[in-house]
Nanobody, 119 residues
Framework: QVQLVESGGGLVQAGGSLRLSCAAS????????MGWYRQAPGKQRELVAD???????TYVDSVKGRFTISRDNAKNTVYLHMNSLKPEDTAVYYC?????????????WGQGTQVTVSS
């Protein structure tokens, strides 16, 4: 089993910053891509950013220049640094981790952390 523990969400004013963390533990063989998704009320879950094992990053257009994703492989942890937050960034943020085992790749999800940006 693999556990993902997220932290760092909260309430912040527009223009403020937050840092989300997601630590993986348990039966980890090899971590591939790590990422952050978000889901706002009434909307579909969307990819915010992800980072591969070779540190190649991808961002949704709406957060480019404001958010930075990073990972610490020694700690099996992925971070999302969010700056210049806007009310439209309000959502539940979920981390997603792809873990390779000899037989296949498994995807795991965190429990979600609420980010609320007030105007």
């Amino acid at each position: 089993q693999v556990q993902l523990v997220e932290s760092g969400g909260g309430l912040v004013q527009a223009g403020g910053s937050l840092r989300l963390s997601c630590a993986a533990s348990g039966n980890i063989f090899s971590i591939n891509t790590m990422g952050w998704y978000r889901q706002a009320p009434g909307k579909q879950r969307e990819l915010v950013a992800d980072i591969t094992s070779s540190s190649t990053t991808t961002y949704v257009d709406s957060v480019k220049g404001r958010f930075t994703i990073s990972r610490d492989n020694a700690k099996n942890t992925v971070y999302l640094h969010m700056n210049s937050l806007k009310p439209e960034d309000t959502a539940v943020y979920y981390c997603n981790v792809d873990i390779s085992r000899p037989e296949r790749v498994y995807a795991y999800w965190g429990q979600g952390t609420q980010v609320t940006v007030s105007s």
